[in-house]
C-alpha cells in the first residue's frame, strides 16, 4: 500500500495513453454535444477553462478548482504483474510490485481498473478507491514462481513456453472479452523470456488494447561483475559455468536484448519503458519509482 504522500504527489497525475486521452473526463467535457457527469474537483491549473472553474467553491473557500466530469464512455486499465521467478532476483519483485500499485492508484480515477498476475490472478473490476485495497491485496499476495534448482523435463508441447512471461500476456489478453471501445494494457515485467513476443502482441492487438511495456531491470540483469561463477537460469534450472570473458560476453548480449525487445515493440505500435530497480542506498524506492514514471512520461500532469 503506497503512502499519504505518494497519493497526494499521484493525484496531480494521470496515465499516458492514447485511449485515456481520446476518452479523459476533462477532454470530453470540453467536446460540444457530449454527454458527460460531474466526477471531482482539483485545484485549478493553466490552461483550464473558465468554464469549468467552480466559481460558488471559490465564493467560499477563496481556492480556485476545477470541475472534473466524467464521460459516459469510460475505458478499462488494465495492470498485469510478471510472477516468473526471474522477478524474484535483485529486488524486482518488490520494485515491479511498487509500480503496479501507483499505476493502480492513478488508473482508478478516471477509468474501470482491475489487476492481473501473469499466474493467471485477476482482481475485480472497479473504479473508485473502494476498490483499491483488492486489488493491492493482490498484489501484496503474488509472489515470483520458485526458482528451478535443476533441468524440468518437458512432458507436453508448449510447457516450456508456459514458464514465462510471453505466455502469461497472451493467456491474459485472451482471457478478455473483445473490447468494445478501448482499454489499456500496462505489463510490468522484466521481459526475460527466451520466447518471441509476437503471439502474446498478436493476442493483445486482437483484444484491442493499447498496450505498453514497463521493462523492470536489476543491475544484475544488465552489469553482473566480472568474475568465475556457475550461472543458474532459475526458469529452466540450467546450470553453466562463466568466466571473466563470459560475463563482458553476457553485458553485451543483454545490451542487445534490451534494444531487440524496444524496437520490436516499436514496430508493433506498443510502448517500452526501461526502469532499473534502485540500489537500497538510493533511498525511498516508491517515490524513486513514481520520479521514474514522472520521467518516462507514463504519468503526465493532468
Known amino acids: 500500500m503506497i503512502s499519504a504522500a505518494a497519493r497526494r504527489a499521484l493525484d496531480r497525475y494521470a496515465l499516458a495513453s492514447r485511449e485515456l486521452s481520446a476518452a479523459s473526463g476533462e477532454r470530453s467535457a470540453r467536446e460540444a454535444g457530449s454527454s458527460v457527469e460531474f466526477h471531482d474537483f482539483r485545484p485549478y491549473q493553466p490552461g483550464d477553462e473558465l468554464r469549468a472553474v467552480d466559481w460558488r467553491a ?29 522477478m524474484g532476483l535483485g529486488g524486482k519483485a518488490a520494485y515491479a510490485r511498487t509500480v503496479a500499485e501507483l499505476l493502480t492508484y492513478v488508473g482508478q480515477r478516471d477509468a474501470v481498473t482491475r489487476v492481473h498476475t501473469t499466474a493467471g490472478a485477476s482482481s475485480a473490476a472497479t473504479q473508485g478507491r473502494a476498490g483499491l485495497g483488492r486489488a493491492w491485496t493482490l498484489l501484496a499476495e503474488a509472489e515470483p514462481a520458485p526458482a528451478a534448482t535443476a533441468p524440468r523435463p518437458v512432458e507436453a508441447p508448449g510447457e516450456a513456453e508456459a514458464i514465462g512471461p510471453v505466455a502469461g500476456v497472451r493467456r491474459f489478453a485472451l482471457g478478455l472479452p473483445r473490447v468494445r471501445g478501448a482499454a489499456l494494457a500496462l505489463v510490468v515485467s522484466d521481459l526475460l523470456d527466451p520466447a518471441p513476443w509476437r503471439p502474446a502482441l498478436v493476442a493483445l492487438r486482437a483484444r484491442g488494447l493499447d498496450a505498453a511495456f514497463l521493462q523492470v531491470v536489476a543491475e544484475e540483469d544488465l552489469d553482473p561483475p566480472e568474475g568465475r561463477f556457475e550461472l543458474l537460469d532459475v526458469e529452466t534450472g540450467e546450470r553453466r559455468a562463466v568466466d571473466a570473458e563470459g560475463v563482458r560476453a553476457y553485458r553485451v548480449a543483454a545490451q542487445a536484448f534490451v534494444r531487440r525487445t524496444r524496437a520490436a515493440f516499436a514496430q508493433a505500435g506498443v510502448a517500452h519503458v526501461l526502469l532499473r530497480v534502485p540500489p537500497p542506498e538510493a533511498g525511498d524506492a516508491e517515490q524513486l519509482a513514481l520520479g521514474a514514471l514522472r520521467r518516462a512520461r507514463v504519468l503526465v500532469p493532468r
Open 58 to 86: 471559490y465564493a467560499r473557500s477563496r481556492r480556485v478548482v476545477t470541475r472534473l466530469y466524467r464521460a459516459e464512455r469510460t475505458i478499462d486499465v488494465h495492470v498485469v504483474l510478471d510472477v516468473s521467478a526471474s
